[in-house]
């Protein structure tokens, strides 16, 4: 990956570059930020620096992902009570080589996952505990590049622990992550935190302009939805705007439950809603849920009076965003986003889909009705 190659970021370029310049590598670091941002693309960039200055050849190597002392790590679900991340390497390799900034929720729809849970296993931290007690093949540095390192079992950040105190000579670790929150805080406390920034709007509209041939105001349009994720504003470009399936949902599920106040029988419809959503893999109902928080805040700014900050509406089967709108405030916002939080906390511990869904579907016909 060359930083040419790089969507916006150039402070962060500029940094990374010292440092290597500066000899002034940290041996372990953490790269925070959307996937959409470039995490990465800066740590494949970075690992292309470093293997350089030790040889030339390396560039071709990493930039195809088949440099032998590049060593790349990221989550898969488990099989025959194994779970390695290099039984689905080629897959891995083929999308990033596509689109580098594609998403987790993008691996787990090529992997056809279905309701299986995506995890970095401690059997993959023994792996890599394996290569990197080898000698490097080049003689130079050996790099780990672990992409959603946030996804690591309980038992996997402990092993991995130990592998962060005690590297072998010359191992460079590069983590990726959307978030810190996952990981144990001495994992932490032994990492140099790299805070990956959204891309500004211009950057997203400078790439966009260069791969689309859109006028200046789609352009505008997929940039401010994006929110400056470049992995969003090319599913929005490739597919000629936001996909209206959690749209349908959403204005389903909206709609019977300020039903059910006068129609209890439309529970009965909830329920199905329920259903159908509960079949979804994990990974896609997780990706609802933030999508139903986000309309629910974008509804309070609109009610609010501030419909310059709402870069997203839902405009599917003749909804009234603005009388919906009147119904989210200051009285039921928190409950709202709590019972999605929720939710989320027990879908991520594998309690019963239908259940959850069927129980958030109905508190919103109460919520949803409450006075300002």
């Known amino acids: 990956m060359n930083w040419e190659d790089i969507t916006g970021q150039e402070n962060l370029i500029k940094q990374l570059k010292d440092s290597v310049a500066n000899n002034r590598v940290s041996h372990a670091q953490l790269f925070i930020g959307k996937e959409g941002y470039g995490t990465l693309p800066l740590a494949l960039a970075y690992a292309q620096e470093i293997l350089k200055n030790e040889n030339e050849a390396a ?141 500004g709007d211009e950057d997203v509209k400078q790439y966009l302009s260069e791969k689309y041939s859109f006028d200046q105001e789609k352009i505008s349009e997929i940039a401010i939805q994006s929110q400056g994720d470049l992995n969003v504003a090319i599913k929005l470009a490739e597919s000629g705007g936001i996909s209206t399936e959690f749209e349908e949902l959403f204005v389903q599920w909206v709609r019977e439950a300020f039903q059910v106040k006068k129609k209890p029988e439309m529970l009965k419809n909830i329920i199905d809603w329920a259903r159908d959503i509960a079949g979804w893999s994990r990974e896609k109902q997780k990706s609802f849920l933030d999508y139903c928080a986000e309309m629910f805040r974008m509804a309070l700014l609109q009610n609010y009076g501030t419909p310059d900050l709402v870069y997203k509406k839902i405009n599917v089967s003749n909804f009234n965003w603005e009388k919906f709108s009147e119904y989210i405030h200051g009285a039921n916002i928190e409950d709202i986003l709590q019972e999605i939080t929720d939710s989320d906390y027990h879908l991520q511990r594998n309690a019963n889909a239908k259940i959850v869904w069927t129980d958030m579907g109905i508190k919103l016909s109460r919520y949803i009705h409450r006075s300002a």
């Open 59 to 199: 560039v071709s190597k990493v930039q195809h992902l088949n440099h032998l002392d590049l060593h790349l790590s990221f989550p898969v679900f488990s099989e025959k009570s194994k779970s390695l991340s290099k039984r689905f390497y080629e897959d891995f390799r083929n999308m990033i080589l596509e689109n580098p900034y594609s998403s987790f929720d993008d691996w787990t729809t090529i992997l056809e996952s279905e309701n299986k849970q995506f995890f970095i296993s401690v059997d993959e931290i023994e792996d890599i505990g394996g290569k990197f007690l080898l000698k490097s093949f080049e003689g130079g540095t050996k790099i780990l590049i672990m992409w959603c390192a946030n996804k690591m079992s309980d038992a996997a950040s402990n092993k991995f622990l130990k592998f962060l105190e005690e590297p072998p000579k010359n191992t460079l670790i590069i983590l990726t992550a959307d978030s810190d929150q996952d990981f144990l805080q001495t994992i932490l406390s032994r990492t140099q935190i790299v805070e990956v920034p959204r891309l």
